[in-house]
């Protein structure tokens, strides 16, 4: 059984590895949320009790009880309240950790100048207004010129100085795959060998094709759409994949599944893992980055060089005269000058040209002197001539 990859986990924040100091906080708050619940119990009680039964007297039974129980739920619910504050600042942090520099300088900016901006706003309301109202005026003036600055500053990315030349979108890890490359298969591969980094997005109306090819009266159509949702299920199992949450930045428009998987890229700067050559050309022409698994694929296979000697098959007959055709294991097909009449039988060719092609390699051979002499196939003893297509 083949075993998963460990995932890389991300480098953790500072607060995150000092795990003394995140109990510490915790403990402190805790600390001093029971202290508050401690105190404010017998007032609490005392008010309960004057509610009830007119009584205005302080309590005289139970008080240790009462205030060793109300401790050790301020204790608690404390400790809560520092974790989910610890969680929030480490969500934070990761998200601005991920932020390209020139957004940290334009949030950084809006902020500042929100702040400014609120100043004049801030000082009529407070001469008009009663001071009860101060903190709500506050909040509403100063989060809403904040916003406006944030939105302004973004809208203008292309001329601000410290992020003019980047472009609109800038790539951010995300992996999205194509509805090709899943029905494919050979992308699951990939990512269990640890080669495909970053998170891995399939977007809602690929999941939406996958199913229609798969409810296909075709059989051949309903069997493909059926192996790639396989193939996203033990994704699904065996790795962090992510489903639909952003098909939100590629709204539908009426256009096709390859330009919305394009638009969605540059929205969310992720680069593009496909197999399909024409969607390859048209997301280079928008500058969106595309991992083709074919290129991979013919990246990864072995160099063949001429005068080189190869064992061929040669299994059917070729398009020019007296020529036959073989492939290697990967798949490369071998021309194989006069084979026309070795059909059928394996041989050891030698090679003569390597042509270099957009879809693949193709190679050139002619027979082997001693192969041709004899005029039989050169294969180990006892080997027995085939017939061609088996």
Not at 10 to 22: C, E
Not at 83 to 89: A, D, E, N, P, Q
Not at 167 to 181: M, P
């Amino acid at each position: 059984m083949d075993e998963k990859p460990e995932n890389v986990p991300h480098t953790p924040r500072p607060f995150r590895q000092i795990s003394i100091g995140r109990l510490v906080f915790v403990i402190l708050v805790g600390a001093a949320v029971a202290v508050g619940f401690g105190f404010g119990v017998l007032p609490l009680l005392t008010w309960i009790r004057h509610v009830a039964t007119g009584e205005n007297l302080p309590l005289t039974t139970g008080v240790p009880m009462s205030i060793a129980a109300s401790a050790i739920l301020g204790f608690l619910v404390g400790g809560g309240l520092a974790t989910l504050i610890l969680s929030g600042f480490s969500r934070l942090a990761d998200k601005w950790d991920r932020m390209d520099s020139g957004d940290k300088v334009t949030l950084f900016a809006a902020v500042l100048f929100g702040l400014l901006a609120s100043t004049p706003f801030l000082f009529f309301a407070f001469s008009v207004m009663p001071a009860v109202y101060f903190p709500f005026v506050t909040i509403l003036l100063t989060g809403g010129t904040v916003t406006l600055c944030v939105y302004l500053l973004e809208s203008m990315t292309d001329i601000l100085p410290w992020t003019r030349g980047k472009g609109k979108s800038k790539r951010r890890g995300i992996k999205v795959l194509d509805t090709n490359v899943i029905i494919d298969g050979r992308i699951y591969d990939v990512a269990r060998t640890g080669f495909l980094e970053g998170q891995l997005y399939v977007p809602g109306f690929v999941l939406d094709e996958l199913q229609f090819i798969a409810d296909s009266h075709d059989p051949l159509r309903r069997q493909r759409g059926r192996r790639g949702l396989d193939v996203l299920r033990h994704m699904q199992s065996d790795f962090q994949l992510d489903v639909r949450t952003m098909d939100r930045l590629a709204p539908e428009a009426g256009d096709g599944v390859d330009s919305r998987l394009v638009r969605l890229a540059r929205a969310i700067g992720a680069d593009i893992v496909t197999n399909d050559f024409n969607l390859n050309r048209v997301a280079a022409l928008q500058e969106v980055k595309v991992l083709n698994i074919n290129d991979l694929a013919l990246g990864l296979r072995p160099n063949v060089l001429p005068s080189e000697h190869l064992p061929i098959t040669v299994i059917r007959e070729g398009n020019q005269a007296h020529q036959g055709i073989g492939y290697l294991d990967d798949g490369t097909m071998v021309v194989v000058e006069n084979g026309k009449d070795h059909i059928g039988e394996s041989l050891d060719v030698i090679v003569t040209q390597v042509i270099q092609t957009e879809r693949g390699k193709m190679i050139f051979a002619e027979i082997g002197e001693e192969d041709e002499i004899n005029g039989h196939a050169l294969a180990p003893e006892g080997s027995k001539k085939r017939p061609a297509g088996r």
